[in-house]
């Protein structure tokens, strides 16, 4: 018997709904517990991470999630029973990944929580050999999108204005130029157009986050998805550790290379580690920098979505006509429109003594989203499809793309920041 019902609202909407119910409940007072994940040590990791204190948060985010989940269920007219089974299982997995994300190993290596979920959601669904019906259940777009719209609250253009225009003259210069250059280059070596212009906006604007609402925009592949951010990983750590090096052999300025290093790595973990190294200054500059590329991510988005619509119109309309006004809306993600609306309500209309209160509780949720997401993308991705030889090729315009970043935003970082 299936508890599938018609949608209420179609799931671009109700993630909306659901981003706000959460940031609203956190403004009333219902402030998440925040878990702690950090361990060192076998003794560290009963007692601290897998303490009963500690559980019981786990257990409230738990609580929090699976109303959000059963809602959009709810909302969307999906089976509930199916949902809630699924749910169950990659929260138990999410759970896990974080807490290996939580060793010394990967703090020393500044490694995100999403790949070790995506490697944990790999693992099992490439090695458990998982019903049909739990692969098409999986609400990997509804987590990502809740993630997103969290996401806006920590996006403020008020502390972008504050640390002057530089910064934001940056972005949007490095952001065209490389998003350009990067999608140019894939196209002429061939790689497939999702692909491409996920990869772009991985490398243009801020990595993981981009290339997410880009999917999201765009509709694309999870699978293609789950490379890209294997990629942006995958390069952000030799960056983030060589980077200053170079930067300090040459001598360049502290100023522009935290310009550099912020404008170039595309994970915000990765840029703080590396502006850590050169120092102070450095670490300021390259804060400001990528967060001034991530205010970007909504605009891109909305762009995007935009460009898609028109240059596939024979996907959308099924004829060789440019499409209307009404398709594009139809295919605009309205999950932009609630980051740029939660990022407009925490810049403008929010003091900022309730920022401070709501800001970690809302982070922590939003991280967890996206790691309920990548164990999700994980267990639907066949893991040999990662290293077909097509994604070798995207893999090598992902490399040069890359390096065209690094050039053009040293170059851009002399010209504002000496």
Partial sequence: MSLQKKPLLVEDWAVVVLGFLIIIAAIAGLHFAAPSYGWSSSEQLFGTVLSADNLSKIGIQFLIAFITVILGTWLTGKDMRKMIIVFIVVFMLSIFALIISGSNFAKDYNLEAVIFSLVVGLIVGNLVKLPGWFRETLTT?????????????????????????????????????????????????????????????????????AAIATSGAIKGDSKKLSYVVSMVLLTAIPMMIFMPVIANAFQFPEAVTGAWLGG?????????????????????????????????????????????????????????????????????????????????????????????????????????????????????TNFKELFRKNNAIAFGAFLIAQLFNIIITLIIAFMLFK
């Fill in 141 to 209: 777009e509804m987590f990502v999108k809740i993630g997103l719209v969290l996401l806006g609250t920590s996006v403020l253009f008020s502390d972008v204005l504050k640390t002057g225009s530089k910064g934001l003259i940056q972005a949007v210069a490095v952001v065209i130029s490389v998003w350009y250059f990067a999608y140019w280059i894939s196209k002429k070596m061939k790689v497939d157009d999702e692909l491409g212009i996920m990869m772009a906006s991985a490398v243009s604007i801020c990595g993981v986050s």
């Fill in 264 to 380: 170039t790595i595309d994970t915000t973990g990765a840029v703080a580690a590396s502006g850590t190294l050169v120092g102070d200054e450095a670490l300021k500059v390259s804060t400001i920098v990528k967060f001034s590329q991530n205010v970007l991510l909504g605009i891109a988005a909305f762009a995007i979505s935009v460009y898609w619509t028109i240059t596939k119109k024979e996907n959308v309309t099924g004829v060789d006509q440019k499409p209307t006004l009404s398709i594009i809306w139809e295919r605009f993600p309205k999950f932009v429109i609630g980051f740029v609306a939660a990022s407009v309500f925490f810049s403008f209309f929010i003091s900022q003594e309730t920022i401070a209160a709501v800001k970690n509780p809302l982070k922590n949720m939003q991280t967890l989203w996206f790691v309920l997401a990548f164990t999700s993308i994980g267990l639907e």
